[in-house]
């Protein structure tokens, strides 16, 4: 099973930025595409957006659309997130997961998960 890994949350202030990091210990077929999500607390897990490694392809959830960028690093079997103009309800516990499927915004269609890193955006 494809490990991921998880790094860059941490603190920053309304407006500031920050970029996660999500490392897979391989690329296989299970990790058709990737995805981030996010769990702020008492709320459902939400798609943020994802990639297909093999076009580009990318996704972003309408909150965050203009803020957060998704980009990948093939030779590193990384993806990062990218994300600037922060706002306190961007909070949450964020996690990376693959798919063998097409790119879905569907938690479900994910069966490789990250153990998360949390992103607190103070006002």
């Known amino acids: 099973q494809v490990q991921l890994v998880e790094s860059g949350g941490g603190l920053v202030q309304a407006g500031g930025f920050l970029r996660l990091s999500c490392a897979a210990s391989a690329r296989t077929s299970s990790t058709y595409t990737m995805a981030w999500f996010r769990q702020a607390p008492g709320k459902e897990r939400e798609f943020v957006g994802g990639?297909?490694?093999?076009?580009?392809?990318?996704r972003y959830a309408d909150a965050v659309k203009g803020r957060f960028t998704i980009s990948t690093d093939n030779a590193r079997n990384t993806v990062y997130l990218q994300m600037s103009s922060l706002k306190p309800e961007d909070t949450a516990v964020y996690y990376c997961?693959?798919?063998?499927?097409?790119?879905?915004?569907?938690?479900?269609?994910?069966?490789?998960w990250g153990q998360g890193t949390q992103v607190t955006v103070s006002s």
């Open positions: 997961a693959t798919s063998a499927l097409r790119l879905s915004t569907v938690r479900g269609m994910y069966r490789n």
């Open positions: 990639v297909t490694w093999s076009d580009g392809d990318t």
